[in-house]
T-cell receptor, first 113, second 116 residues
Framework: GQQLNQSPQSMFIQEGEDVSMNCTSS?????WLWYKQDPGEGPVLLIA?????ELTSNGRLTAQFGITRKDSFLNISASIPSDVGIYFC?????????????FGQGTTLQVKP | NAGVMQNPRHLVRRRGQEARLRCSPM?????VYWYRQLPEEGLKFMVY????????ESGMPKERFSAEFPKEGPSILRIQQVVRGDSAAYFC??????????????FGPGTRLTVL
């Protein structure tokens, strides 16, 4: 079935460092989305990608839709304490006609001031 | 612009009772999705609805669970005769539909269901 493998599972970094996380799949996805979830809250959309090869930035965040349509990465530059949270990749499966999202397992980010 | 609204935020039920979770989509959005999240896990798709229609319920358990999105009012996820394994966070998302960008889903704050 459709599955997204997200890595790393967790990261503990120093404030100011850059962060990189990625999602891979054996299946083709039409859309890649990156969300951040704080404890007790719903996922908040960070970046949406709709075309293979697309590279999109949102402030200190940059994400890319892989050329093969089977992967995506998210980079965070110059991390700050409020970047702490769980980051999820999500995708719309290639042959899906309903738009339902498949989620990765999440990357937990902790930032040391 | 109000985002996706969900209520209640927290719901406690005893085994065998019914749970009703409500979701009001963002203004202008006619597509609603429900997801379930267990602790330490990602979200799992349950059901996709448009006004008065269930489009995809492939992630919904066959028994005890039902969903609706009436012409007027919020979408409702209903769980009958709850069991402890139903304890989870339930999230609603909405989109405006029509295009790839229009399918981008925005999530509500979730309802945390605890079954005693």
């Amino acid at each position: 079935g459709q599955q997204l493998n997200q890595s790393p599972q967790s990261m503990f970094i120093q404030e100011g460092e850059d962060v990189s996380m990625n999602c891979t799949s054996s299946s083709i996805f039409n859309t890649w989305l990156w969300y951040k979830q704080d404890p007790g809250e719903g996922p908040v959309l960070l970046i949406a990608l709709y075309k293979a090869g697309e590279l999109t930035s949102n402030g200190r965040l940059t994400a890319q839709f892989g050329i093969t349509r089977k992967d995506s990465f998210l980079n965070i530059s110059a991390s700050i304490p409020s970047d702490v949270g769980i980051y999820f990749c999500a995708g719309v499966y290639g042959s899906s006609n309903t738009g339902k999202l498949i989620f990765g397992q999440g990357t937990t980010l902790q930032v040391k001031p | 612009n109000a985002g996706v609204m969900q209520n209640p935020r927290h719901l406690v039920r005893r085994r065998g009772q019914e749970a009703r979770l409500r979701c009001s989509p963002m203004k202008g959005h006619s597509h609603v999705y429900w997801y379930r999240q267990l602790p330490e896990e990602g979200l799992k798709f349950m059901v996709y609805l448009q006004k008065e229609n269930i489009i995809d319920e492939s992630g919904m358990p066959k028994e005890r669970f039902s969903a609706e999105f009436p012409k007027e009012g919020p979408s409702i996820l209903r769980i009958q005769q709850v069991v402890r394994g139903d304890s989870a966070a339930y999230f609603c998302a909405s989109s405006e539909g029509g295009t790839l960008a229009g399918d981008t889903q925005y999530f509500g704050p979730g309802t945390r269901l605890t079954v005693l």
